[in-house]
Structures are given as structure tokens and as C-alpha cells.
């Protein structure tokens, strides 16, 4: 009787522990997410060219990098005329895992790859991230009437839900 509780507590203890192992290295978190956008931006923060524009941050909750380069944005579901972000700087539009970067949603394209066509309606509209293939919705918010310097974002402690924070942190985490 001993030996076999002695034996069943091992295999229960192994089992454990390989487990752990498997989730680690098995890591995929919720891959690229919006995390946080601000669709009216009077005071807040700046580009830099010192425009107080819209903003949307994005946040790498996986293991690997991920380049949005060659992804569509847009703030209009079924879009026939989604905005492409550019793929030829990759190092500009590359997310490191656990990172943030932000899209400035201004029309001012001429100010980098970051800076797309589609600007954010302070009375509500949507924020779609779609990937490369064009179809395949990558994450997208649907917002009501948001109030200027006021963010959006994901609460840290239950990602799932999204809340207004007086104090916006665009590219960090939300507190
Ligand atoms: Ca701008
Ligand atoms: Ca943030």
C-alpha cells in the first residue's frame, strides 16, 4: 500500500513538472493585440513632429517578434480600401516580443511608415488590425463616444476587459 502512494505521488510529481516545461517552451500568449488608443488627442503626447494626433498602441504578447509590415489598418469593418502599412522598414515596424508600438492615426503619411490614412472618430467607430492576407482579422476594438486626453486600453489584470485611464501610457504597459 505505501509503495503504490509512494509511487502514485512520483508519477503525479513528474507529471507536474514536464507540464511546467511544456507551457514554457509552448509560450504563445495572446500574439499581437491592440492594447490602448486614444481617438482624441488634444494634450496627451506628441508624434515626432509634434502633432497631438490619434493614436493606437499595440502590444507583442508572444515569445517571437512580429513585423506588422504588410498588414492593413482600418477603423471601418468589411473596409473595401484598408490602409497597408509599408514593409519596407522593418525595423521600424517590428514588435519585439513583449513589446509595444504605436500607430498614429493622422493622415500624415509623409511623417513614416507608422503614420496611416485613417483617423479615429471621437463619437466611436473601430480599430482593425488585419494581417498580410488581408481577410484575417488580427484584433479589432469596437468603441462608443470617448472623451479628448481620455485613453482606452486593455485593464492589466483581466485583458479582456477594456477601461478609461486619465493618465494614457502610450508604448508601456497600462497602469
Ligand atoms: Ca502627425
Ligand atoms: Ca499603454
Known amino acids: 500500500?505505501?509503495?503504490?502512494?509512494?509511487?502514485?505521488?512520483?508519477?503525479?510529481?513528474?507529471?507536474?513538472?514536464?507540464?511546467?516545461?511544456?507551457?514554457?517552451?509552448?509560450?504563445?500568449?495572446?500574439?499581437?493585440?491592440?492594447?490602448?488608443?486614444?481617438?482624441?488627442?488634444?494634450?496627451?503626447?506628441?508624434?515626432?513632429?509634434?502633432?497631438?494626433?490619434?493614436?493606437?498602441?499595440?502590444?507583442?504578447?508572444?515569445?517571437?517578434?512580429?513585423?506588422?509590415?504588410?498588414?492593413?489598418?482600418?477603423?471601418?469593418?468589411?473596409?473595401?480600401n484598408p490602409y497597408l502599412i509599408h514593409s519596407n522598414e522593418p525595423s521600424t515596424t517590428t514588435i519585439p516580443a513583449g513589446g509595444y508600438l504605436i500607430i498614429w492615426c493622422d493622415d500624415d503619411q509623409e511623417q513614416g511608415v507608422l503614420h496611416v490614412s485613417k483617423k479615429l472618430k471621437a463619437k466611436g467607430e473601430s480599430v482593425i488590425l488585419i494581417n498580410s492576407d488581408g481577410i484575417t482579422v488580427v484584433d479589432s476594438i469596437t468603441y462608443e463616444s470617448q472623451t479628448t486626453d481620455i485613453s482606452m486600453g486593455r485593464n492589466i489584470d483581466n485583458m479582456s476587459e477594456w477601461i478609461f485611464y486619465n493618465n494614457p501610457t502610450p508604448g508601456a504597459a497600462n497602469i
Open 1 to 80: 500500500m505505501r509503495y503504490t502512494i509512494i509511487l502514485l505521488i512520483s508519477v503525479l510529481s513528474l507529471s507536474f513538472f514536464s507540464s511546467c516545461t511544456e507551457d514554457e517552451d509552448a509560450y504563445v500568449g495572446r500574439g499581437l493585440i491592440i492594447n490602448e488608443f486614444l481617438a482624441s488627442n488634444d494634450a496627451c503626447c506628441t508624434d515626432q513632429s509634434g502633432d497631438y494626433d490619434d493614436w493606437v498602441e499595440l502590444f507583442n504578447d508572444s515569445s517571437e517578434p512580429i513585423d506588422i509590415g504588410g498588414m492593413y489598418f482600418t477603423d471601418t469593418p468589411d473596409d473595401d
